[in-house]
Nanobody
């Protein structure tokens, strides 16, 4: 019903920047919350940032001032601009969508993308 497709990951040097994009496809009417999580090897998946349809934003303390999340509600797309990247930002980044209302009037509670690798290394 819903598919989230991420793009924009890759290898970058410390201090560099990357921009992640995630587009949700399907017969979607609206999405309550879109966000980004990450999982480093041997660690649990953690919230990086999320944004509601009304524009309320939450950031993890570790990325405040460096990452910026934004979304295009009409395109059901969320972005993550990552600046001043550090080696500890290395992880698989997952797009997430919560509270998805479909045109069919069905409801999807939660959906995940397949993940995109971000590696910060010199």
């Amino acid at each position: 019903q819903v598919q989230l497709v991420e793009s924009g990951g890759g290898l970058v040097q410390p201090g560099g920047s990357l921009r992640l994009s995630c587009a949700a496809s399907g017969s979607i009417f609206s999405i309550n919350v879109m966000g980004w999580y990450r999982q480093a090897p041997g660690k649990e998946r953690e919230l990086v940032a999320d944004i509601t349809g009304g524009g309320s934003i939450t950031y993890a303390d570790s990325v405040k001032g460096r990452f910026t999340i934004s979304r295009d509600n009409a395109k059901h797309t969320v972005y993550l601009q990552m600046n001043s990247l550090k080696p500890e930002d290395t992880a698989v980044y997952y797009c997430n969508a919560k509270g998805i209302y479909m045109h069919s009037r069905s409801y999807v509670t939660n959906s995940w993308g397949q993940g995109t690798q971000v590696t910060v290394s010199s």
